[in-house]
């Protein structure tokens, strides 16, 4: 199957700094790529599409401009959380789907403090 | 907005045992079904997916879709207990990927 790779897999930072989490596809081109969150003995979140060349699309109640999703080339997303602060702790996972079945990253496990 | 609920768990069963998850679906337009796994700590797995109301069998574990009753299980036959973790029912939502249910977290006891 195709390989969807993050990084990094573990943060930790202080509250009011931004993190940045990349999404790579390893061997395959992704135009989008999605990014889920997941707390605590929930369910993954669908946060937004990242489209490559374009804007993401936010689902509601996602602030786009605290999280911020850059897609520069066909193989890479970015998820910037920008002033994080410990309610953003969570788990981040990304995913690509090279030929309709959906291909997750490892996850980012974010901890603000 | 889609939903797809399932029941949270812990389902405990005997190493050996056949595992029976289940998850229901509120649109009665969707077609396709996904069954994933998740240990701890990890991102999700695909183990199965189905379209065909009936049965599907891969290796030790069955998916059955009953369309008319909006319903979708997985059976874990001879369960281990590397079978041990929470098992994600998805469904796709128009142009949007998966629409996850909460997950049932699995109990193999040796």
């Known amino acids: 199957g195709a390989v969807v790779s993050q990084h990094p897999s573990r943060v930790i930072c202080k509250s009011g700094t931004s993190v940045k989490i990349e999404c790579r596809s390893l061997?395959?081109?992704?135009?989008?790529m999605f990014w889920y969150r997941q707390f605590p003995k929930q369910s993954l979140m669908l946060m937004a599409t990242?489209?490559?060349?374009?804007?993401?699309?936010?689902e509601q109640g996602v602030e786009k401009d605290k999280f911020l999703i850059n897609h520069a080339s066909l193989t890479l997303s970015t998820l910037t959380v920008t002033s994080a602060h410990p309610e953003d702790s969570s788990f981040y996972i990304c995913s690509a789907t090279p030929d309709g079945e959906q291909f997750f990253g490892p996850g980012t496990r974010l901890t603000v403090l | 907005q889609k939903e797809v609920e399932q029941n949270s768990g812990p389902l405990s069963v005997p190493e050996g045992a056949i595992a029976s998850l289940n998850c229901t679906y509120s649109?009665?337009?969707?077609?396709?079904f996904f069954w994933y796994r998740q240990y701890s700590g990890k991102s999700p797995e695909l183990i199965m997916f189905?379209?065909?109301?009936g049965d599907k069998e891969d290796g030790r574990f069955t998916a059955q879709l009953n369309k008319a009753s909006q319903y979708v299980s997985l059976l874990i036959r001879d369960s281990q207990p590397s079978d041990s973790a929470t098992y994600l029912c998805a469904v796709p939502s128009g142009n949007t990927p998966l629409v996850f249910g909460k997950g049932t977290r699995l109990s193999v006891i040796a």
């Open positions: 990242s489209n490559e060349g374009s804007k993401a699309t936010y």
């Open positions: 061997d395959f081109q992704a135009t989008t």
């Open positions: 189905i379209y065909s109301n």
């Open positions: 649109d009665r337009g969707s077609q396709s």
